[in-house]
């Protein structure tokens, strides 16, 4: 895809793009909301997203929800994927990561509402799960339940 097939401008779809080293480095892209003014939710899932422990350098795993209601830009799914990616060294709490994620969807694409679930497995005996929400949820609007179920173990 050329630059003059791509009218948004983006620069990560339709080629190879190599992994963020860093979610600073990362490039939310974003595109002009295409039924701007109709109440919808967008949701993503990402069940394997990956980060490290800042103290120990050991890997976290968590399943991440994030949901919202679009105004007048979405993210560009590829370029979402490859932020959530380059979390994969970066060392941070849970709490960070979660909170880190939503501020900058919040930041890049000004959306009515999001939330943001950030389910982590156990390190140490104890799962952590992590939510973030920015606004209120729109009049009218379905959201559905996240279902990701509280970590249980073996029990």
């Known amino acids: 895809m050329s630059a003059s097939d791509n009218p948004d401008g983006l620069t990560q779809l339709g080629g190879a793009s190599a992994l963020p080293a860093s979610p600073g480095e990362?490039?939310?892209?974003?595109?002009?909301?295409?039924?701007?003014?109709?109440?919808y939710l967008v949701r993503f899932t990402c069940p394997e997203?990956?980060?490290?422990?800042?103290?120990?350098?050991?890997?976290?795993f968590a399943h991440i929800m994030i949901d919202y209601?679009?105004?007048k830009w979405i993210v560009e799914s590829k370029s979402l994927k490859l932020f959530l990616g380059?979390?994969?060294?970066?060392?941070?709490?849970?709490?960070?990561?979660?909170?880190?994620?939503?501020?900058?969807?919040?930041?890049?694409?000004?959306?009515?509402?999001?939330?943001?679930?950030?389910?982590?497995?156990?390190?140490?005996?104890?799962?952590?799960?992590v939510f973030y929400q920015h606004g209120s949820v729109p009049e009218g609007l379905w959201v559905p339940e996240q279902g990701v179920a509280p970590y249980r173990g073996r029990g």
């Open 86 to 129: 380059s979390f994969r060294n970066h060392g941070a709490f849970h709490e960070a990561c979660t909170v880190m994620i939503g501020q900058r969807l919040v930041d890049e694409i000004k959306p009515e509402w999001l939330r943001i679930g950030g389910y982590w497995y156990p390190r140490g005996g104890i799962p952590i799960d």
């Open 69 to 71: 209601a679009p105004d």
């Open 26 to 39: 990362a490039v939310l892209e974003k595109v002009a909301n295409p039924v701007s003014g109709t109440p």
């Open 49 to 60: 997203f990956t980060s490290l422990c800042p103290v120990t350098g050991q890997p976290d």
